[in-house]
Structures are given as C-alpha cells and as structure tokens.
C-alpha cells in the first residue's frame, strides 16, 4: 500500500531542510548567532484584507454620493437667489430718499402779508375790494423749507393753505421725509418716483379743527422711454414729470439744492405738470430741446395757478431750449417759455403765459445761477362789475441770482438776490400786490457723504408806498440720504 501523498511530502520537506538545521546547530555551539539582514528590520504590518476595503470603498462612495447632492441643492438655491437678485437689483439699487430736519424762527406773526387798512397805500380800490382784502407784501415769501412753505399764511385769502401754521413761534419741524424709487426695465425702460411723507399739526382738543395733519405729497410719477437711435438722444415721459421752464426746478429736492429755500419765482417753474413730454440731446450735448404737453401750468402746488387734474380741454404747451459752452465746467443758457389755458377755471379763452432767460455757470469752485421770468394770465370779467370777478388774474416779473464758492470741500458759502413784482386780483374777493425784494446770506456743510447741514437768512425788503413790516426769516435744515 502507498504511503499518503501528504506524507511523503512531509517527509521530503524534512530532508531538505535538515541539513541547514544541523549547520545552525554547529554554529549555535561555536559562536554566538550573527541576527540576518532580514530578521533585524522591523515585522511588515499585516497587509488588509479584501473585505476590509471593500468596506472602505463602500462608505467613500456614500460620502460621495451625499457631497454631491449637498453640491446640487446648493447650485439650485444659488441659481434661484440670483433671478431674484437680477429682479431685484434694478428697484434695491436705486431706491433712496431722505430726511429733511430744520429749525426756523420769523419775525412778526410768520405771514409775509399785510391788509391795506383804510386803504392807505392803494386808494385806487376803495370801493371796489374791501381794505382788509387788499394786501401788499408776497404770501410765499417766509419760506422756510426747500419745499417753499410758509411759517403762516396769516390772512391770506388766495393762498390759504397753511400747513405749518406756525403763529409766528420759532420751532423745530421735520420738514419732510423723501422717498425716491427708480425701476429700470432693460436699457431703454424706467420709471421713476418721489414722495414726500410730510408731518404736520393736527389739534386734537379743538372741535372741526381743520389744521391738516400728516399728509403725503406725490411729487413725481412717471415712466421714461429712452428711444433707440444713435445721431441723438431722444427720451419720452409720461405721467407727472418735471417742469421745462427755467433752470430752478433741477434743485427742487432738498439735497441738490444749495440754498435751505427756494427763490420768488420758483412758483412759477419748479411745479411738476402731469402729461407728455419729450427731450433731445444734440451735436453732443451742445444742444437740448425739451418740449410738453400737460393739463396746466408748470407752477408749484402751493400757488393758486396749477392744475393737476385739468379743469378746462384747452392743454398747456411748454418748451425750453438751451445751450452748452466749454466755459469752466460748464456754460449753460436757455430760453423757454409755455402758453395755455390758465389754471383752475373751465373758460379755454382765458389764457396764460410765461417766458424767461435762465443762465448757468461752473467755474473751478465757483457757481452762478441767474433767471428772468415773464407771465401774465388774463383773467375775465364780467361787464360792470370788480375786475377778474369770473377768472382771476395774474401779472407778473421778477428775477434771481444766485452766487456760491466751495471755500472747502465741505462748505460752500452763498448768496442770493431775488425780485418779483406781481398784481393778483380776483374781483372783489382779494388783491394782492407784491413788489418786494429779497436779500438772502447763508452756508451750505457736507459732512461725509450723507449728511447736510444748510442755514441761511432771509432779509424780506418792500419796495415802493407800503411801509416795511417784521417778515425776515432765520432758518436752517439738516438732510441725512439713504
């Protein structure tokens, strides 16, 4: 019988390998054992098994797998952040305002009128007005904030809106608090507003007390098209847009404005008409044409003369024209002028017009600003009786300069001057009749990028019969822009 395969193999392996036994034996008892390269490194760590890596790849594969939609949710919110950033950038990055914070004192009772009592210095109406209707000075003229408000109206009886009321009692006054909002809608679309959140007196304890409290004024709404064409730049507006006359109405908003209030003529320039209007540019910039169509005039919501809502189908037609010359910063000199039905009557005879000359100059740290305006609105009567009993009537002239240096950086001192010679009349109701000049000093601050301090003082002159009467206004604003 043959022996077992394993054992004959068993017994092989023996063999061999006795002989290298018998050797290290003999060296064993003759000197001590020299250890081999090999047995004097260190043991190999075990190497891992299969199923150990297995293992490893299988978690490194589920890590994965979760680190990737961690990535993609991720990318899907980023993705809807920006639509909505992309959205939202045209309105957040030009939505902005301010606060307008002031503090004024005038003299007398805070009215820039006075009764022709016993009709002493106009005898030419006796019979005709009533001498406490009859009143010289300017109704408007102790403004004491950039939107032309008066400290009181006093008797007035053509401008009875009166929404400070003050009495003649100096007083702080949080003038107005802006907000502006522009929306671009593409390269050729925007819109554009302004709103004046305004607070006022309201007493409470008095029964029909008719003061008006908080009120918001809407100063302007409008959607501007910027027409696609190369020669020249043409925009078109709609809505209730910016005035074309004169040079002023560009400083309406208390921060552009250098001076705390605006000049006599503003009335008659700065309002903000609701129609049509178009603007071209030309011979690069060199000249600008700028023509509307609006319900009325462009005069300013505290004067008698302004429709917003049209009382009568006769439309308003205005332009401007100027001009640029490389003189400092800039030479500007314009011509405008409007004609239409006058304001707040229904007859489409009884016109109004207006026309002036307006000029503006920088030069390094030197500023000049100067108009002349012209209107008239006709009026209309009825046979035999007091003069504009049907439609008022409005004859007017005056002018303004104004002069301002950057003595620094932060201050810019100024000056202005300013004249308006006007007969108001609406039959036997009212006359007013205003030849005045007005002298005005003050400084303009800018302390950072937003905030502006401003303070000035308003000398109130009569000229001509009537006496000079206590009207002279200290004021001052304080702007923060967000």
């Known amino acids: 019988m043959k022996p077992p395969r394993h054992a004959v193999a068993a017994v092989t392996l023996a063999l061999a390998v006795s002989p290298g036994l018998s050797a290290a034996q003999g060296a064993t008892s003759s000197s001590p054992p020299v250890p081999s390269e090999a047995q004097a490194a260190p043991a190999a760590p075990p190497s891992a098994s299969a199923q150990d890596i297995e293992r490893r790849l299988l978690l490194l594969e589920q890590d994965n797998a979760r680190l990737r939609g961690e990535v993609e949710a991720l990318r899907e919110e980023q993705g809807f952040l920006d639509q909505v950033v992309s959205r939202l950038m045209p309105v957040a990055g030009r939505f902005g305002g301010y606060l307008d914070v002031g503090f004024f004192s005038v003299q007398g009772n805070g009215s820039g009128i006075r009764a022709d009592l016993g009709h002493r210095y106009f005898p030419s109406y006796a019979g005709k007005v009533p001498d406490s209707w009859v009143f010289y000075g300017d109704p408007l003229s102790t403004a004491i904030n950039s939107r032309g408000e008066p400290a009181d109206t006093g008797e007035s009886r053509a401008v009875v809106f009166d929404p400070v009321d003050s009495g003649g009692k100096p007083s702080f006054l949080v003038n107005a608090l802006n907000l502006g909002l522009f929306a671009g809608f593409g390269d050729e679309l925007s819109l554009t507003g302004s709103i ?15 003061a008006l409290g908080d009120f918001l004024d809407v100063k302007l709404a409008y959607a501007e098209y910027l027409v696609p064409v190369e020669s020249f730049t043409l925009s078109l507006y709609a809505g209730k847009f910016d005035s074309v006359l004169g040079y002023e109405y560009r400083l309406r908003e208390a921060p552009d404005r250098i001076t705390v209030t605006p000049s006599l003529l503003c009335r008659y320039t700065c309002g903000a008409p609701l129609g049509l209007k178009a603007r071209g540019t030309f011979l690069d910039d060199v000249l600008t044409v700028n023509v509307a169509v609006t319900n009325g005039s462009h005069g300013t919501e505290g004067f008698p003369f302004h429709d917003e809502i049209d009382a009568n189908a006769f439309k308003t037609l205005a332009g401007r024209i100027s001009s640029r010359a490389p003189v400092g910063s800039g030479l500007e000199v314009g011509v405008s002028g409007a004609f239409g039905a006058a304001d707040q009557q229904p007859d489409d005879a009884v016109h109004q017009f207006h026309y002036g000359v307006d000029l503006h100059l920088d030069w390094r740290d030197l ?16 046979p035999g009786a007091a003069p504009c009993n049907l439609s008022p009537c409005l004859s007017y002239r005056g002018a303004y300069g104004l002069l301002a240096y950057r003595l620094v950086n932060w201050m810019t001192p100024y000056a202005r001057v300013d004249w308006r010679n006007a007969v108001h009349q609406s039959g ?3 006359v007013y009749l205003s030849k005045l000049m007005r002298v005005t000093a003050g400084s303009r601050f800018e302390i950072g990028e937003r905030v502006i301090v401003k303070a000035e003082y308003t000398f109130n002159l009569e000229l001509g019969e009537p006496p000079q009467f206590p009207n002279d206004v200290l004021t001052s604003s304080l702007l923060v822009k967000y």
Not at 196 to 210: E, F, I, K, Q, Y
Not at 372 to 380: D, K, P, Q
């Open 196 to 210: 004046d959140l305004v607070p006022r007196a309201r007493n409470v304890s008095v029964t029909g007390d008719s």
């Open 367 to 382: 500023e000049v600003t100067a108009e002349l305006v012209f209107g008239e609105a006709h009026g209309r009567s009825e």
């Open 428 to 430: 036997e109701s009212f």
